[in-house]
């Protein structure tokens, strides 16, 4: 089955603690992006990668790393997490159309909480 | 820059009532227009997109939109209203170009159907 997957799903960390949330597909999609939803934002990207090796600043991306050594895998990486990283996370994927009307597919999500 | 208005945060009808989701886009270019919808502790799933060609967009689900330039909106309707209806829904614009891209998003529509 195609799909992205995430984890953890939940995590409840406390401050100043690093953490990794894995992300990976299995489409074989060149794009891969995370996300951050909180309450009447939307969702706001934090970094993208146009393939591998290449990565890039979203439109939020304090206190978040990236790495895409492999085109499957691309983990978020909070070194010294803080409450205001306290979101849902979305991770997504996409075959790149190079016209921006890429499909994306979204993971379940992983819900994060520090204390 | 590109940007979505949903207005609305929460719309409320009654089971096979007609569900109309507002959205209006800001874009400096012709833009790609997508609804998603979001299950409850799922993630984000596509019910359709508009890129070129027809303006009435029809998708999964029985949904549809419109796109209209004129009035710069891509509302979501479905004649219908069902309870399996109940979710959060975001309309988005697509910002790319030839090194970068994402979904802008807006801050999503609740959608509560009542029996």
């Known amino acids: 089955e195609a799909q992205v997957t995430q984890n953890p799903r939940y995590l409840i960390t406390v401050t100043g603690k690093k953490l990794t949330v894995t992300c990976s597909q299995n489409?074989?999609?060149?794009?891969m992006s995370w996300y951050r939803q909180d309450p009447g934002l939307g969702l706001r990207q934090i970094y993208y990668?146009?393939?591998?090796?290449?990565?890039d600043k979203g439109d939020v991306p304090e206190g978040y790393k990236v790495s895409r050594k492999e085109k499957r895998n691309f983990p978020l990486i909070l070194e010294s997490p803080s409450p205001n990283q306290t979101s849902l996370y979305f991770c997504?994927?996409?075959?790149?159309?190079?016209?921006?009307?890429?499909?994306?597919?979204f993971g379940p999500g992983t819900r994060l909480t520090v204390l | 820059a590109q940007s979505v208005t949903q207005l609305g945060s929460h719309v409320s009808v009654s089971e096979g009532a007609l569900v109309l989701l507002r959205c209006n886009y800001s874009?400096?270019?012709?833009?790609?227009l997508f609804w998603y919808v979001q299950y409850p502790n799922q993630g984000l799933q596509l019910l359709l997109k508009?890129?070129?060609?027809?303006?009435l967009v029809k998708g999964i689900n029985g949904f549809e939109a419109e796109f209209k330039k004129s009035e710069t909106s891509f509302h979501l309707t479905k004649p219908s209203a069902h309870m399996s209806d109940a979710a959060e829904y975001f309309c988005?614009?697509?910002?790319?170009?030839?090194?970068?891209?994402?979904?802008?998003f807006g801050s999503g529509t609740r959608l509560l159907v009542r029996p």
């Open positions: 997504a994927s996409s075959f790149p159309t190079g016209r921006g009307t890429d499909t994306q597919y």
């Open positions: 489409m074989n999609h060149e794009y």
């Open positions: 990668s146009m393939n591998v090796e290449v990565t």
């Open positions: 874009s400096s270019v012709p833009p790609y």
């Open positions: 508009y890129t070129t060609g027809a303006t």
């Open positions: 988005a614009v697509s910002d790319w170009m030839d090194s970068s891209y994402k979904l802008i």
